[in-house]
């Protein structure tokens, strides 16, 4: 075995965890088999210049190749790129102030609302009779006649320590056996053990996680973590890429996938024993389920798109490896279609698509997924926004972290920002962007066709005399590395993209519904992105239909919330594949006149 | 890695393999893992002297502990102790001139005369529809189309092979579907692949195993091996102890059962793949059962000696390692009872206890089991023959091997002998041994009690002319090693015991049923030892009532013929659990007056 060598992390609330690193491995591959984020998107090859981390202690001289990535100052604070940064000496990496774990921010809006539990895992105290030394029956003949009408699916292990508590001559046993599905018992235990199910959405840049008591439906952990496949790229059809080159790759990027569901089980466990997960509900985009699954993800990669799977799927979960019980289902919901994933599935299972409500629901990530709700009669697609409304594609763009710029008003007619966690500044994330563009609008700094006007300069200092693609909008003093924030013109075009693409996704559904905005009841907007929009400023710019502000609902993480719905009421998974049957998907790239309705949206204009 | 050495194994057909050994082992350790049995019953501790074996080769000199064991002719000829020869170098065993493979002389009588086979595992073709690059549907719902209605459980993998035949505009795919109890899919071919069924009878001494095509219920292989697990002691309650030593031995214990059969799966598999394997029935004495499944054996060594299970008990046989498709069931078929296990259950089933049928199932091993049925009531008993019958504990007793005198009789008032293979003569075996006894009898030189009387020297030479305790049946020259066989007086103890305690076993039996022997309708032989027994001389003995003698059926292997039975035909369980509820099992020690009908049967005469 080759050597280790101690890496401590300081973490950002100054606790400190020790790993160890193989010798000579670079950082990068060390953290990312820890699970800590880097920020590099290029799977550590030394190209996207992302991975800059702070390191103390004997560190080694800055190489040639950081120097082209790193600014002096950077150098001067101890931050190195983990991709060039060989282990060698024991080493201090503090991530305190270069935070990239992604704010957690989830909200549970329909379980906290609802509550609702009627499950199909159960315990149950039984009584088995003692064994009777002069006429004695088998541990397992007194127990299959205690668990009566139950079957008994004990493993080896399981008898063997309930025999230890078998002593001849003693009286009835007091034991508590779990129940599945009403039927099957796969553990007894003597002291009443809880019982819990995982549900897990799995986005392209987060994975949520939520760890249920199913006895009480009560919620114990709740927790996001960052999708450790992003080091491959941060959209999915590079890493479906990276993934088909060979089978080590795609068998790396789902180990990846069930590392990351381990560590969030890990990060529950305080007082919960992985073997006590009696159950798994996974939701998430049609490709991210495929990984998890080892399933082939070529077909996403070329002409007709398709996966393998689509309905719903069931593994034992550890038979890819996760640590659950091993009586424990893994269930994949089913996929709406096409790209529409079981996220979206499981977002709609809260909503209130078989009464007589019309409805959008609206989930903007890399791709945005709209399910359209007309009369109990179901549409839906999926955009191709890009990563603008994430933070990727921007100049200074970020997810929304520690320092990144979320919220952008005025305040007698000045421009005031809002800074996530109140510290200096890093970046711009979505929500960010969307006020700052409805607010360049208002002071009409910005023509409704995305072009930055010179009257910028009454309040912001721009790059470039001659041409105002630059502005400052926040100067390098405040500004957690000293470099100013900058939006650019180019930043607006991406904007503008992304925006297009998902309100003329919007647009086609209710043309083939036949449905006028007027007579939306409510549009939901589910996912991370969604939790931070600021719905007027969305509709000034023309993203969301121009619709009465009350009717504008921010649903949290919906597809987390109905991936538990699914976890704890025994019923839902038909809901879901009734879902998937009534649904019809829209494919965009086969809709007439497509970049007509497309070109027409690209302007900042608020329209129904 | 440590450094292998080639080991060429040279077999009795003449067949050569080769294996590696870890440089330094014992050749003990190399070929208990290889699985050839050496004969050695001390488990390589260097007690007992019977790991001989004959080695080619740059061989290393005899050690000082070898010469004790060793006579100077077997020096001469090759042989070594295995325990005590460290492989350093590379090295040639020939196993042609001392084959202790036990003689395969399997019988399945049943299967034979009914081949009866109604299964609920089948092999359907199905059609799916080809994808259509128009309208794409993912190869899981096509799939879920065309297996309508029963259940699909196909393990990613097999998705994966099966999408590199999903090329788009590919028309209709016509392909084969395993089909489980009438409701799961675990697998879909291109191409139609034959699905198997492995039924398996654990015996102390020997594993029996059968592959069953399970589609016409067509016996594909059959075949014994030792149970290596031998090599930690002949009987079962030393074994017992040795694993009740710690973890570790009960581990080993449980391995060693596994490669036996997984050794058995690979001999089978010249045109069969073990992933084709889809059900697995075990049938064996209680002891041999909780091994297997790795459940505590501790119950079984002390008092009120009771294992853990004694129903039907299902694993997933690849949960402990068996070679076979991961859906695989593992059936271990109920124990009637206490040290009755599932191989009399399994013997059973194939005879008409459900008749107004009267009659005994003798399985004569170290433990003999009895069974008695009288017009549809069962009693049934386990009686500690000890090892005589199966040739141990006598001082030239062997198992049924080549070279085994395996039949002793008169011809002109001369003692004729058989010897298993026609070859120069072992030693003798169990049924030699009653032959010989019967035929002693016959001529008068041996009287009721079993004392050797002194005109035993008209027929043999004795080595002490003063007491006749030693009697040469078979002199140096006609014997493998050019040593004489003999037949001592303790030898003729050893056999009384044994006798008398199947006998007293019957006749308790007998007493509870409260039947007349000349009641009985049959007495049905099964096991190794009743395919060799002679029924005359065995009634001449004593050893079985005095019937008719063409009430005497010899059954064969009933065990593994039950087993298979059960393999192939989707009702047998039921008949199996039914059959333990209704025998009534009868402890003899807690017998009034065992000992005094132990006495009555200890000496040699026919007896109804």
């Not at 704890?568 to 009734?578: C, L």
Request: proline share 3%; with cysteine.
């Amino acid at each position: 075995m080759s050597e280790q060598v101690k890496l401590t992390i300081v973490f950002p609330d100054g606790s400190e965890e020790n790993y160890f690193s193989e010798k000579g491995d670079t950082l990068w591959k060390t953290l990312e088999i820890i699970g800590v984020d880097t920020g590099g998107i290029c799977g550590g090859t030394g190209i996207c210049g992302k991975c800059k981390t702070k390191v103390e202690g004997a560190v080694s001289p800055v190489s040639q190749e950081e120097k082209q990535h790193l600014l002096p100052d950077e150098i001067k604070m101890g931050e190195r790129l983990a991709c060039y940064y060989r282990v060698d000496k024991p080493l201090t990496v503090v991530l305190n102030k270069n935070d990239n774990l992604a704010k957690s921010n989830l909200k549970l809006k329909f379980y906290n609302e609802k509550k609702t539990h009627e499950n199909n895992i159960k315990v149950k105290k039984i009584f088995i009779n003692g064994l009777d030394a002069n006429s004695p029956v088998t541990l397992q003949e007194r127990l299959l006649e205690g668990v009566n009408p139950y079957f008994l699916m004990l493993n080896p292990d399981n008898y063997n320590e309930l025999v230890k508590l078998d002593r001849a001559g003693r009286p009835t046993l007091e034991l508590y056996a779990v129940i599945l599905d009403d039927k099957v018992i796969p553990n007894i235990s003597k002291e009443k053990e809880n019982i819990y199910g995982l549900a897990i959405d799995i986005g392209s840049t987060t994975i949520s996680g939520a760890l249920i008591n199913l006895e009480n439906g009560e919620l114990v952990g709740l927790k996001n973590v960052t999708n450790m496949q992003r080091v491959y790229g941060e959209d999915i059809l590079s890493r479906v890429a990276y993934s088909t080159i060979d089978q080590s790759n795609k068998d790396r990027l789902q180990k990846l996938l069930i590392n990351n569901i381990n560590s969030l089980i890990d990060s529950f466990q305080k007082n919960v024993c992985a073997q006590n997960i009696y159950k798994v509900v996974v939701v998430g985009n049609p490709v991210m389920l495929h990984f998890l699954s080892g399933l082939d993800v070529s077909g996403f990669g070329s002409s007709p798109f398709v996966g393998v799977i689509a309905d719903e799927f069931v593994l034992k979960a550890n038979s890819i490896g996760l640590n659950v019980n091993e009586m424990a289902n893994m269930i994949l919901l089913p996929q709406l279609g096409g790209f529409v994933g079981a996220d979206t599935t499981a977002c709609m299972l809260n909503l209130p698509y078989n009464s007589n409500s019309n409805f959008l629901l609206i989930d903007i990530g890399t791709n945005g997924e709209i399910v359209l709700c007309k009369n109990r009669e179901l549409w839906a697609t999926s955009a191709a926004a890009g990563p603008a409304f994430e933070g990727g594609s921007l100049k200074c763009g970020t997810r929304a972290i520690q320092g990144s710029i979320d919220r952008v008003f005025l305040q007698d007619r000045k421009f005031r920002f809002n800074v996530i966690g109140n510290t200096l500044a890093k970046g711009i994330c979505g929500s960010g962007v969307i006020d700052l563009i409805a607010c360049l609008r208002q002071v009409d700094c910005l023509d409704e066709n995305g072009v930055i006007k010179n009257n910028i300069k009454t309040y912001f200092d721009v790059l470039d005399e001659n041409n105002y693609n630059e502005i400052v909008i926040i100067n390098g003093e405040s500004t957690y590395n000293g470099y100013p924030i900058i939006f650019t013109q180019e930043d607006i075009r991406q904007v503008q993209l992304a925006k297009a693409a998902i309100r003329s996704a919007v647009e086609v559904l209710m043309t083939v519904a036949k449905l006028d905005y007027k007579d939306l009841d409510n549009i939901y907007l589910a996912g991370a992105f969604g939790s931070f929009i600021d719905p007027e400023n969305a509709i000034k710019i023309g993203l969301l239909p121009n619709v009465a502000k009350n009717k504008i609902k921010n649903i949290g993480n919906a597809a987390l919330d109905g991936a538990i719905l699914a976890l704890i009421n025994k019923g839902i998974k038909e809901k879901a594949k009734d879902l998937k049957n009534i649904t019809k998907i829209i494919d965009l790239a086969n809709t007439d006149n497509f970049n007509d309705i497309y070109i027409k949206n690209i302007g900042f204009t608020a329209k129904s």
